[in-house]
């Protein structure tokens, strides 16, 4: 045999042994079938042609877009990457929960602390967000924590189906080393379900549907964005969510673009102690389903009653993951720049830092260096 043909053989085995790892394991990542799901969605409302909808038109893409997002993919570059490693701050989890505070993981994963309890937030410790283990989004620090030494939660929260929020490995370590409950917005359930997560562990809800654990109060909130593991999108329904104990209110974003229905969730759960919203990932060519900074701090002014100078926002939804086109640092130059104009509190924990909105540290531009 040639020897050009022995490499041949050689490079096309290579190849097809690295598209076999890639695609090892996508059909459990990806979830319930559209099928599975349906007699659970359909109960809502807002499901309707075997989808939901945003109350808002929204669209995922703005039309004509799509030749310049190739482009820009193409030339990115590193452009969204820091300059430096990312520092990490020691988790402190004190023996018994604060009344207003978060631990923020990265991303959008957040341990939050209301009146004594603790929420933990989409929680996604893998190392990609992505159904394939070698393709995809990779996370640009490490987890500060790991799962089995988080403290002991009372509920587990989840605001939609993304792999950025949603992360079979991750449930499947919950689901073994917590007891608490999976709370999530209606359709997510079968994808539980299907990762072996047991039935009196999952509580679905649809917008402005609530749950109890003793005094702590978790509802279901309206958000703009969409869902979908696969090619078929809006099965499930997406949402941010409000946790109200007997004295204080948190609200938690999860991703979502910007709409004045925020205004009314203000009037009707707010204010709030401590705001956390989703600044990074935006793009012109979405501007629908992903708020900018300058959107974040008007929903943070919107959720409380037209007054920006009440609680504390802590931005999520940045820093860990590489998903838009944007510099790693523009996100909190521009969230700081707009909530100084509008009187708000700012507070930007390293990954892995606690901020307590009722008595926040002064401020620290660790993210400048790296900017």
């Given at each position: 045999?040639?020897?050009?043909?022995?490499?041949g053989?050689a490079a096309?085995?290579a190849?097809t042994?690295?598209v076999?790892?890639?695609?090892?394991?996508i059909?459990t990542?990806i979830?319930?079938?559209r099928?599975?799901?349906q007699?659970?969605?359909?109960?809502s409302p807002?499901?309707r042609?075997r989808q939901?909808?945003?109350?808002?038109?929204s669209?995922?893409?703005v039309?004509?877009t799509?030749?310049?997002?190739?482009k820009s993919?193409a030339?990115?570059?590193?452009?969204?990457?820091p300059r430096q490693?990312?520092p990490?701050?020691?988790?402190?989890?004190?023996?018994?929960?604060?009344?207003a505070?978060v631990?923020?993981?990265?991303?959008?994963s957040?341990?939050?602390e209301v009146?004594?309890y603790?929420v933990?937030a989409?929680p996604v410790?893998?190392e990609?967000?992505?159904?394939?283990a070698?393709?995809?989004?990779a996370?640009m620090h490490?987890?500060?924590v790991?799962?089995a030494?988080l403290?002991?939660?009372?509920a587990?929260?989840?605001?939609h189906d993304?792999?950025d929020?949603?992360?079979?490995a991750?449930?499947?370590?919950?689901t073994?080393?917590?007891?608490?409950p999976f709370?999530?917005?209606i359709?997510i359930g079968a994808?539980?379900?299907?990762w072996?997560?047991?039935?009196?562990r999952?509580?679905?809800l649809?917008?402005?549907?609530?749950?109890?654990?003793?005094?702590?109060v978790?509802?279901?909130?309206e958000a703009r964005?969409f869902?979908?593991?696969?090619l078929?999108r809006?099965?499930?329904q997406?949402?941010s969510?409000?946790?109200?104990?007997?004295?204080?209110r948190?609200?938690f974003?999860?991703d979502s673009?910007?709409?004045?229905?925020?205004?009314q969730l203000g009037?009707?759960?707010?204010?709030?102690?401590l705001?956390?919203?989703?600044v990074?990932?935006?793009?012109?060519r979405?501007?629908?389903?992903?708020?900018n900074?300058e959107?974040?701090?008007?929903?943070?002014?919107d959720?409380?009653?037209?007054?920006?100078s009440?609680?504390?926002?802590?931005?999520?939804h940045?820093?860990?993951?590489?998903?838009?086109f944007?510099?790693?640092?523009?996100?909190?130059?521009?969230?700081n720049?707009?909530?100084?104009?509008?009187?708000t509190?700012?507070?930007v924990?390293m990954p892995g830092?606690?901020?307590?909105?009722?008595?926040?540290?002064?401020?620290s531009?660790?993210?400048?260096?790296?900017?």
């Amino acid at each position: 045999m040639k020897k050009t043909t022995v490499l041949g053989v050689a490079a096309v085995a290579a190849a097809t042994g690295w598209v076999a790892r890639a695609a090892w394991g996508i059909p459990t990542q990806i979830g319930a079938s559209r099928n599975t799901v349906q007699p659970y969605a359909a109960m809502s409302p807002r499901y309707r042609d075997r989808q939901f909808h945003n109350s808002e038109p929204s669209s995922t893409l703005v039309p004509g877009t799509d030749a310049g997002m190739f482009k820009s993919m193409a030339t990115r570059g590193s452009t969204g990457r820091p300059r430096q490693p990312i520092p990490l701050a020691t988790p402190l989890a004190p023996s018994v929960a604060g009344d207003a505070a978060v631990t923020w993981y990265g991303h959008s994963s957040v341990l939050v602390e209301v009146d004594g309890y603790r929420v933990l937030a989409d929680p996604v410790w893998s190392e990609r967000v992505s159904p394939s283990a070698t393709v995809g989004p990779a996370r640009m620090h490490p987890t500060p924590v790991a799962l089995a030494d988080l403290p002991t939660v009372d509920a587990i929260v989840i605001s939609h189906d993304h792999y950025d929020h949603l992360d079979m490995a991750t449930v499947k370590i919950l689901t073994r080393t917590q007891t608490a409950p999976f709370v999530v917005p209606i359709g997510i359930g079968a994808h539980l379900r299907h990762w072996k997560v047991p039935e009196n562990r999952i509580v679905e809800l649809d917008w402005d549907e609530s749950t109890k654990i003793d005094d702590l109060v978790l509802t279901c909130t309206e958000a703009r964005h969409f869902s979908g593991r696969g090619l078929v999108r809006n099965t499930t329904q997406w949402a941010s969510w409000v946790f109200a104990g007997p004295k204080h209110r948190v609200f938690f974003g999860g991703d979502s673009g910007y709409t004045s229905r925020f205004e009314q969730l203000g009037e009707t759960y707010g204010p709030f102690d401590l705001t956390l919203l989703p600044v990074g990932a935006y793009d012109v060519r979405w501007p629908d389903i992903h708020m900018n900074p300058e959107e974040a701090v008007q929903t943070h002014i919107d959720l409380n009653k037209g007054d920006g100078s009440r609680g504390v926002f802590v931005p999520i939804h940045w820093a860990t993951f590489n998903l838009a086109f944007h510099s790693w640092s523009e996100p909190i130059i521009r969230l700081n720049e707009s909530a100084a104009e509008a009187g708000t509190t700012v507070s930007v924990p390293m990954p892995g830092g606690r901020i307590d909105a009722l008595s926040p540290t002064p401020p620290s531009k660790w993210w400048i260096p790296l900017g």
